[in-house]
């Protein structure tokens, strides 16, 4: 089973930008698809972005196209989501997910 570990998240004003990350542990990371999902307050967790093994394909959320950017570094098995132009209604706790593994979530807090 792979073991994910999330960091990256804080506070940040609108229009400003974060870099997510994903560490990953365990065998055969570059064998798999990985997404990241999100879940703000009082929502339900929805998919933001997902990468295919490697880097095969992304996919993403309409409300993140054109400001989010999935990536993958399969040497280092970490899992990136460079975050643009916030806005607050990005604010959530982001989730990598593997499989049926799941990260523990870094919150990011996006103010007006």
């Known amino acids: 089973e792979v073991q994910l570990v999330e960091s990256g998240g804080g506070f940040v004003q609108a229009g400003g930008s974060l870099r997510l990350s994903c560490a990953a542990s365990?065998?055969?990371?570059?064998?798999?698809?990985i997404a990241w999902f999100r879940q703000a307050p009082g929502k339900e967790r929805e998919g933001v972005s997902c990468v295919g093994s490697s880097q095969s394909g992304t996919d993403y959320a309409d409300s993140v196209k054109g400001r989010f950017t999935i990536s993958r570094d399969n040497a280092k098995n970490t899992l990136y989501l460079q975050m643009n132009s916030l806005k607050p209604e990005d604010t959530a706790v982001y989730y990598c997910t593997v499989g049926s593994s799941w990260g523990q979530g870094t919150r990011v807090t996006v103010s007006s």
């Open positions: 365990g065998s055969n990371f570059d064998d798999y698809a």
